[in-house]
């Protein structure tokens, strides 16, 4: 990140100036040099066309050879080229700057050698050392061309003019590509400085610190990612947290019943525990055993409730249901001295929902309310409708939920304080399960607790559904 990224945008960004610089210095120095000769020519042809008009009216004819020579050295200084005056043949008869012999004959000329065009660049039949413009007009007198006007200017003037074009293109070209070093910085400091940090952030989190903060002023998509991976390091880190607590809870609620099964046949084994008392605690093995298997049960319970997909839902009397679950807890009852009282709104109550599921719901709440009642108090169960909804409520008269434990009830493997003091045998996912199963139906349960009074919870499941057919 630190050597790539902004070291090949920075490289692109030379290349391309490199490029655009070559590019353009090519093409004006080219496009230029066509322009300023096109220009230069018809300028020059417009020059020689005055003058060949000049020397064509009969009126001029007898002007004398100086007074011609005055005339085209003026215009010569003035535009600074060279002018001849060539009769049809190619004799020189006239040069403004005199450099030209009298009479000399241009040699192999053709006064339509310029074809379509107006001008020819070169030495002009090698007459001169250096390149130069030549145009030509002709003179013409009673409809016969009697000569022609030749200027002549060197190409060198046109190149001055072409440098100071392209110093002109250059420095412009030079000034835009300073302003373009501020999508440099633009980059700089809106995308990369906040990416290296997201990408410090992402580093930090892969090793295992999610307590680092991904710090960033931004509100755009670099600012939203920056968020979003804080408050993805937020989340993995109350995962991590929820696994270390899960190790945990699992292993104290394991360690137990296997330290007790450990202890009791090692007991068996060196004769500590007498043939008398075998049966006894034969009996407590088997119950230590049960609970190895109820809290594996209810782990994977859980886990197939996480997976969703698994309801089988059907029509069913809720009362009934009712009934029989209370008819499991019988004998607990009658010890501690427990009774229910069933109050339903209809002698039928008929709901839609997975049968088996609910009925572990019902258990779960039970057997809390058995554990954590008062001995000879009553338990409340209640079942009617309110709107589109069946409500069934679990009531009892005992220890109740402290405020500040209200809130955690529902997570896995959490036991109050109180609970763990009552009831050793508990599991901590029994609510859990609960609330899973509730809102796999699409259902909402809620707890109201008051500390040594009691706790009441209601849940809500679907009417029974009846398809036309």
Aim: glycine share 4%.
């Amino acid at each position: 990140m630190k050597k790539s990224l902004f070291l090949k945008f920075l490289l692109t960004y030379i290349l391309f100036g490199a490029l655009a610089f070559t590019v353009i210095a090519t093409l004006s120095s080219r496009l230029t040099y066509n322009y300023l000769i096109r220009e230069q020519a018809e300028n020059l042809y417009s020059e020689a066309t005055l003058i060949s008009t000049t020397y064509s009216d009969d009126e001029n004819a007898a002007l004398s050879e100086e007074i011609i020579n005055e005339q085209m050295k003026a215009v010569s200084e003035f535009l600074h080229v060279d002018i001849w005056l060539v009769d049809r043949n190619g004799q020189i008869i006239s040069d403004s700057n005199q450099e030209a012999e009298k009479n000399q004959v241009i040699p192999n000329f053709d006064p339509t050698m310029t074809g379509n065009r107006r001008y020819l660049t070169g030495t002009y039949h090698d007459m001169f050392t250096d390149p130069v413009l030549t145009v030509s007009a002709p003179i013409t007198r009673r409809y016969t061309t009697s000569g022609y006007v030749l200027i002549h200017m060197p190409i060198t003037h046109i190149l001055n003019s072409q440098y100071q074009i392209l110093n002109i293109v250059y420095i412009t070209g030079l000034i835009l590509f300073a302003l373009s070093l501020l999508i440099l910085l633009v980059f700089y400091f809106i995308v990369y400085r906040p990416l290296k940090k997201i990408t410090e952030g992402a580093t930090k989190y892969a090793a295992g610190d999610y307590k680092y903060k991904i710090e960033t002023s931004s509100h755009d998509e670099m600012g939203y990612l920056a968020e979003t991976l804080n408050f993805m390091s937020d989340e993995i880190a109350k995962a991590d947290d929820y696994q270390r607590q899960f190790i945990a809870n699992v292993s104290h609620d394991f360690r137990s019943p296997l330290t007790s099964i450990k202890g009791y046949l090692e007991a068996f084994l060196d004769g500590t525990i007498p043939p008398e008392l075998q049966e006894k605690y034969l009996i407590r093995l088997i119950a230590e055993t049960d609970r190895l298997t109820k809290l594996t049960h209810s782990m994977l319970s859980l886990d197939s409730i996480d997976s969703k997909g698994f309801l089988n839902r059907a029509n069913f009397d809720i009362n009934r249901m009712i009934r029989d679950v209370l008819a499991s807890f019988e004998m607990t009852c009658q010890k501690k001295g427990l009774s229910f009282a069933l109050t339903f709104s209809d002698k039928k109550e008929m709901v839609y929902a997975d049968y088996s599921k609910i009925q572990q719901v019902l258990y779960n709440l039970v057997d809390n309310a058995v554990k954590f009642s008062n001995p000879d108090t009553e338990i409340q169960i209640r079942t009617e409708i309110r709107g589109s909804k069946v409500f069934i409520t679990v009531k009892d008269s005992g220890i109740g939920i402290a405020k500040k434990d209200l809130g955690k009830i529902w997570d896995r493997f959490y036991k109050t304080d109180l609970s763990r003091g009552r009831d050793k045998q508990g599991t901590g996912l029994g609510l859990s399960i609960v609330k899973s199963i509730i809102n796999a139906h699409g259902e909402n349960i809620d707890c109201v607790s008051t500390q040594n009074v009691g706790t009441e919870f209601t849940f809500t499941l679907p009417p029974a559904r009846y398809d036309a057919e």
